[in-house]
């Protein structure tokens, strides 16, 4: 069960990012990150009214100042994240982006004191190699001798940042309001940051290519939200040590997806560095979920 749970987490965030990337391209990164989110909203609002009946409003209002700060986090690693994809290779930004993880571990020895392993400083050696071979283009540098980062690159290391430390700081919270009350209380907000930007920027929506793309935003919706609930199901069980490498593996996919259908080409020095980035991100979910 927990081999299915990883592989369904696995395979709709690897589907849904490529898809995310191919609807960014037609109707924009922001209106594709608003339409996803209200899918994965309504999806939400559904679950909360059947499945949560009780919960203690003055509870909640403790935790706003710091689920407004992850709403925010989080608001800024899609951006840039939608952003990335729909400029440059998904199997670029997908793997940097993934590698959150990276974060949470170091944000973690930092404030917990908590004191990494061999296996967690190689998994770190890894990840970071891995990012650095992905994002420069070594035959040029060898060539002309001009560094040359890939476009991309910055977005994916926003993504990165924003979702380590909102996914850090969510741990406390909903070890008190339990897994799902928090993600959707920050979902409402940072839903309301996204309104707030599209207002400030004036963002015009296109109906004819709304329209033409609605399908594929449920699509994006649907399978987000299979992938947390499956993850989220995952991990509260026995299942922890299965889920987490698996689903965190889902870069793997997205990368698979970009190469084979958009045709999307890589030097030699990012086929290494995304497979560094892969490893290092299942060999830290096993450690430490062990």
Known sequence: MG???????????GIGDFLGAISSRKIGFVLTLFWMQIMSLSIFTIYFLIKLTTFKLELIFSYLPVLTLIAFCQFIAYLSFYKGLSK??????????????LVIVVL??????????????????????????????????????????????????????GWGISLFLIVPVSQSL???????????????????YMLVKKQKIDKQKLKSNWLILIIIGVFDMVAFFSYS???????????????????MITV??????????????????????ISGLVLISLLHTS
């Open 3 to 13: 081999i299915i749970a990883g592989i369904m987490s696995m395979f709709c965030w």
């Open 88 to 101: 440059s290779n998904v199997s670029l930004v997908s793997p940097i982006g993934a590698t959150y993880s």
């Open 108 to 161: 973690s020895t930092l404030i917990y004191k908590e004191v990494l392993n061999n296996g967690q400083i190689l998994a770190i050696f890894l990840i970071l190699t891995g990012i650095i071979l992905t994002s420069v283009n070594l035959p040029v540098i060898f060539k002309f001798k001009k560094l040359t980062i890939f476009s991309g690159v910055k977005e994916g290391l926003v993504a990165m940042l």
């Open 178 to 196: 339990g897994w799902f009350l928090p993600a959707y209380i920050f979902k409402l907000i940072f839903l309301s940051f996204l309104l707030i």
């Open 233 to 251: 199901f995952g991990v509260m069980s026995e299942y922890a040590s299965i889920v987490a490498p698996v689903a965190g593996a889902y870069s």
């Open 256 to 277: 698979v997806l970009g190469l084979v259908f958009l045709k999307e080409k890589l030097v030699f020095n990012q086929v290494v560095g995304i497979l560094g980035i």
